[in-house]
């Protein structure tokens, strides 16, 4: 069972990676289209929130589009072929575990290594605000945050109230 997890996550992983590139993708289009990064698909992706609600100029948005243009050239290509031989691997008459962990291992450092880059050029992005905004960018990470935990408390204890309702049930 654990297995078939560790073969899960991999996959999801791997998908997610080309989901999030594809909805990055989306993002930046509409970014240009729309001339700013408070609309959009931007707010749908959780790695695009940190602009969201900071007034640009059109040099610092000029600026940014390039950073993620040249982020998005510099970027490895979601390997098919892995996808592939995870599928082999999950389908085979005889589980080679080994070779599973080996390769999920592969498709999570190369989830790190996009992980660091995205959050260098968000890094670069950071640097081109001015102070002010810089600190709007800092107010409503910090908002979000709250929104985050107060989320979190709701779902623990909806989750507590599920469990101790099915229990006193029995």
Known sequence: MRNLTVIVIA??????HASAVAAETTAI???HQNGGLTTGSMTQN????????????E???????DLMQQARHERPVLS??????????VTADKF????????????????????????????????????????????NHERRLNDVRRFSGLQSS??????????SNQ
């Open 46 to 57: 959780p790695q695009s929130h940190m602009f969201d609600g900071i007034e640009l100029t």
């Open 96 to 139: 080679n575990e080994s070779a599973i962990r080996q390769l999920a291992e592969k498709q999570a450092r190369a989830q790190v290594d996009l992980q660091v880059e995205m959050a260098r050029v968000r890094n670069q992005m950071y640097h081109l605000l001015t102070p002010v905004q810089q600190a709007a960018l800092k107010k």
């Open 158 to 167: 909806s989750s507590l109230q599920a469990v101790s309702s099915t229990s």
């Open 29 to 31: 289009e509409e970014m």
């Open 59 to 65: 040099q610092q948005r000029q600026q940014m589009r």
């Open 80 to 89: 098919v072929q892995d996808i592939e031989t995870m599928h082999d691997l």
């Open 11 to 16: 996959s999801a992983m791997v998908l997610s």
